[in-house]
């Protein structure tokens, strides 16, 4: 497929992009969280269950409904991801809506969402969150769509090693023979699929969206991995509207941070519906904006 960009000079956002105003503009170009683009990371092994801590945390959830989802799981290691993921998940949000915070609410598909009072701050805040291994990961964006995905853990690694035909069928027959005819690669492994999880977690999807639909082209080289940047292909057909980012949080996990245009989702939305579809210059201006690497948090 050809390029999306348009080739039009004058292609500005339309002023809903942008509802802080140039104060805001300036803060999300330059990666910062109170620009609505927050990239924290935070072991789960912070607090334990069952200690005063963890109770005290587990009551500043604003929701019962989650505040007992918390305790609901048997294991717990389990109870530890879903505490930090919902506390990540309303700190987040209240970075990103400031007064505007109203709570976090999910949509029929189970995927979490910031609802906002009044005008919020940024045209389409809107966060993603994963856990996996040792790691919480949440992800936020003013504009785009965001999902993010964290692959790994030292214990899912070492299985992952001596096969991964249990995960065949979330590859095309291409990309299998590309990364994986000659046997395990692990980073190529760990890549992909925390990319192709980011992505269906950006459009709502989650467990519902076949992963071998979405494959990656990718335009910027990082150290470990097939790639640091790349853009999606889906079906067959290379999507320059979205843009897919990898980092390797240690020598067991990776991260994945999948931006796109507002209207590809199923998410509510504040920014045009219209915004970044054609994959225009100022569409590409906000994938290229510059975004921070995951910080380190504690709770």
């Known amino acids: 497929m050809g390029s999306l960009f348009s080739s039009a000079e004058d292609d500005a956002p339309p002023a809903a992009w942008r509802l802080g105003g140039e104060r805001e503009a300036i803060a999300r170009r330059l990666g910062r969280e109170e620009g609505g683009a927050v990239r924290w990371a935070c072991r789960v092994d912070a607090v334990e269950p069952g200690s005063e801590a963890f109770e005290a945390l587990r009551l500043t959830i604003d929701d019962e409904r989650e505040r007992a989802r918390v305790l609901a799981f048997a294991k717990p290691a389990d109870q530890k991801r879903a505490l930090v993921s919902r506390v990540l998940a309303r700190r987040c949000a209240r970075v990103g809506l400031v007064d505007a915070y109203e709570g976090v609410t999910r949509t029929a598909r189970g995927k979490p969402y910031a609802v906002a009072r009044g005008a919020p701050p940024h045209a389409n805040f809107n966060f993603s969150v994963s856990h996996d291994g040792d790691y919480v ?4 964006e003013p504009l785009a769509l965001v999902g993010v995905d964290v692959c790994g853990g030292k214990q899912r690694c ?140 504690g709770l």
């Open 137 to 140: 990961l949440v992800a936020s």
């Open 158 to 297: 070492e299985a992952l090693s001596e096969s991964l035909e249990p995960y065949r069928a979330a590859f095309s027959i291409e990309e299998w023979a590309a990364f994986f005819s000659g046997g395990v690669d692990l980073d190529a492994f760990l890549a992909l699929w925390a990319c192709k999880e980011a992505f269906a977690k950006a459009l709502g999807q989650g467990l519902a969206y076949d992963l071998s639909r979405v494959e990656f082209v990718g335009y910027a080289r990082g150290g470990r991995g097939p790639f640091a940047s790349a853009h999606v292909v889906l079906d067959g057909r290379v999507d320059r509207r979205w843009r897919v980012d990898v980092a390797f949080l240690d020598e067991w996990h990776c991260a994945a941070v999948c931006r796109g245009p507002p209207g590809d989702g199923l998410l509510p939305f504040f920014a045009a519906p219209g915004a970044g579809r054609d994959g225009g210059p100022a569409w590409r201006r906000v994938l290229d904006e510059a975004r921070p690497p995951f910080k380190l948090v």
